[in-house]
């Protein structure tokens, strides 16, 4: 193809379609990503089969993560067959997991890209367009430019009205021994606090009223290290400083770690209101043997002590968290110190997983052996079992409470019904007289609970003679 097609062939090229693994770091990404398509004159198609590109944007987590590209791959390669002109790129963590081996493995792939290389993305493309093969898997020489990301179009976002992420930091430097993060993600990066504080301002300005703010360990954000930009201030300090912006009302941020929850970031939570009183900290084990094999850096003690002091300064904080159950060696008692672990802080709700080994971390190069799946299975069913139990119990304790939500949209459960999240990040399903704005904010009461959700009316329908019949979800 001569120099001139390739050009043309881009301006041919209208649709995209993007498919999306994994946390809420690439969630965002993503975002990033259809942004600057836009910017390169594309738009969102609602389908593969409709689009000139397509991207399949991967997460590496567990193993079950990374198959499912390949799955993808598979459908997408049959697609191609029929459709040569059709370019297919593989972004996010598995792409910089593999790199050169995806491109080699799968001749259908036009180009492969890792996490920090998402500015590059018109680059890619263009070059497609010119049939030529990329990999852009290089960590970043410059490590501020993934931040610097043209203006956000609303149709990209990926989370309901009123709601926004802002990047405030990338990567991990903690290494802990069953995670890709640091491998795929690269070392930790924070953002220049000017620039994270005018991204805010520019979501509240359209009308954003809750910011969540992401980071691998995002509550690492404003550690100095060479290199880094000159005006990041403490974590803390960051979060002030969102808050005192017109319009912001709630603010959250994940996921932090726990040993870098400082004392001023406690406090945070009994000064800055919009704060939201809700923590996601993942402990992963309940075993001090585990917790070091794992590299976790605390003790089941500190992160006691971390919870005591936490709810010394704000007593309603609901605290969620993650679990590794079956790391290689986990005997039944240090499984069982888990289970008294979750009961003795009462997890409002967690996220729970089988140990799954993953490549070139510290357990897999140690030659750590998992442990036996179906006896990982049963101690992961027996967690969950005990975690839905303790979730009914902290949602029936809010029966008869006020609460106040940021309202999404219909629920799932019906249409008499609506549906939002409280300041404690739980789904509640309301009933109000009138339909209420996906996006604003709105005081209910809740009168039922189960171990999904809470049920909530407004204060107009709580006012209003009851002869109505509360559906129960
Ligand atoms: N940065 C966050 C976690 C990101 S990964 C933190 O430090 O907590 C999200 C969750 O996936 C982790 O908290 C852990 O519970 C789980 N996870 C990570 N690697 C895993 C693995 N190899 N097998 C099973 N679960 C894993
Ligand atoms: Fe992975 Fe540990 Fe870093 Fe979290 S802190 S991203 S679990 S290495
Ligand atoms: Fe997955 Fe990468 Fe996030 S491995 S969980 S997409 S940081």
């Given at each position: 193809m001569s120099g001139t097609e390739g050009p043309a062939k881009l301006r041919s090229m209208r649709r995209f379609f993007l498919r999306t693994f994994?946390?809420?770091?690439?969630?965002?990404?993503?975002?990033?990503?259809?942004?600057?398509?836009?910017?390169?004159?594309?738009?969102?198609?609602?389908?593969?089969?409709?689009a000139d590109l397509v991207l399949i944007h991967t997460c590496s987590i567990r193993e079950k993560a990374e198959q499912k590209l390949y799955t993808e791959i598979g459908i997408l390669a049959k697609?191609?067959?029929?459709?040569?002109?059709?370019?297919?790129?593989?972004?996010?963590?598995?792409?910089?997991?593999e790199g050169a081996k995806l491109l080699k493995r799968f001749p259908v792939l036009d180009f492969v890209f890792g996490p920090q290389n998402i500015t590059h993305l018109p680059a890619m493309v263009a070059r497609a367009a010119e049939h030529q093969r990329s990999l852009w898997v290089d960590y970043d020489e410059d490590p501020q430019r993934r931040f610097e990301l043209p203006e956000r179009h609303p149709e990209f976002e990926s989370v309901t009205p009123g709601r926004a992420f802002v990047t405030v930091m990338e990567g991990c430097d903690l290494f802990c021994?069953?995670?890709?993060?640091?491998?795929?993600?690269?070392?930790?990066?924070?953002?220049?606090?000017?620039?994270?504080v005018e991204e805010a301002q520019r979501c509240a300005d359209r009308g954003v009223v809750e910011i969540t703010l992401l980071g691998q360990t995002v509550n690492a954000y404003g550690r100095t290290r060479p290199g880094q930009v000159a005006d990041e201030i403490p974590f803390a300090e960051l979060i002030r400083r969102i808050s005192e912006?017109?319009?912001?009302?709630?603010?959250?941020?994940?996921?932090?770690?726990?040993?870098?929850?400082?004392?001023?970031?406690?406090?945070?939570?009994?000064?800055?209101?919009?704060?939201?009183?809700?923590?996601?900290?993942?402990?992963?084990?309940?075993?001090?043997?585990?917790?070091?094999?794992?590299?976790?850096?605390?003790?089941r003690e500190d992160y006691l002590d971390l919870v005591t002091r936490l709810r010394a300064v704000r007593g309603d904080i609901a605290l969620t968290t993650d679990w590794i159950v079956g790391f290689p060696g986990e005997t039944e008692?240090?499984?069982?110190?888990?289970?008294?672990?979750?009961?003795?802080?009462?997890?409002?709700?967690?996220?729970?997983?089988?140990?799954?080994?993953?490549?070139?971390?510290?357990?897999?190069?140690?030659?750590?052996?998992?442990m036996d799946p179906a006896e990982a299975g049963k101690r992961l069913e027996a967690l969950q079992l005990l975690q839905r139990d303790l979730t009914l119990a902290a949602h029936q304790a809010r029966v008869g409470s006020k609460v106040t939500i940021l309202v999404e949209g219909t629920s799932r459960r019906g249409v008499d019904q609506q549906r939002g999240r409280c300041e404690y990040n739980r789904v509640v399903n309301f009933?109000?007289?009138?339909?209420?704005?996906?996006?604003?904010?709105?005081?209910?009461?809740?009168?039922?609970a189960t171990p999904h959700s809470l049920?909530?009316?407004?204060?107009?329908?709580?006012?209003?003679?009851?002869?109505?019949?509360?559906?129960?979800?």
């Open positions: 994994g946390c809420q770091m690439n969630q965002h990404d993503a975002e990033k990503l259809g942004n600057l398509l836009h910017h390169q004159g594309f738009s969102p198609s609602s389908s593969a089969e409709d697609l191609k067959a029929g459709r040569p002109e059709l370019v297919l790129g593989v972004g996010g963590c598995v792409a910089q997991q021994t069953y995670c890709v993060v640091p491998k795929t993600r690269g070392r930790e990066v924070s953002r220049s606090s000017g620039s994270i912006i017109d319009g912001i009302e709630r603010i959250r941020f994940t996921s932090p770690h726990p040993i870098f929850v400082s004392d001023d970031l406690i406090h945070a939570y009994g000064e800055i209101p919009e704060l939201c009183p809700h923590l996601h900290l993942p402990v992963q084990s309940g075993s001090n043997r585990v917790l070091e094999a794992m590299n976790r850096r605390y003790t008692a240090e499984f069982e110190a888990t289970l008294s672990l979750l009961r003795e802080v009462k997890f409002v709700d967690s996220f729970s997983f089988k140990y799954s080994e993953r490549p070139e971390t510290p357990a897999q190069r140690r030659g750590l052996i998992p009933v109000s007289p009138a339909a209420v704005q996906a996006g604003s904010i709105q005081d209910v009461e809740i009168i039922d049920l909530a009316v407004t204060a107009l329908t709580a006012a209003a003679p009851r002869s109505l019949e509360l559906p129960i979800v």
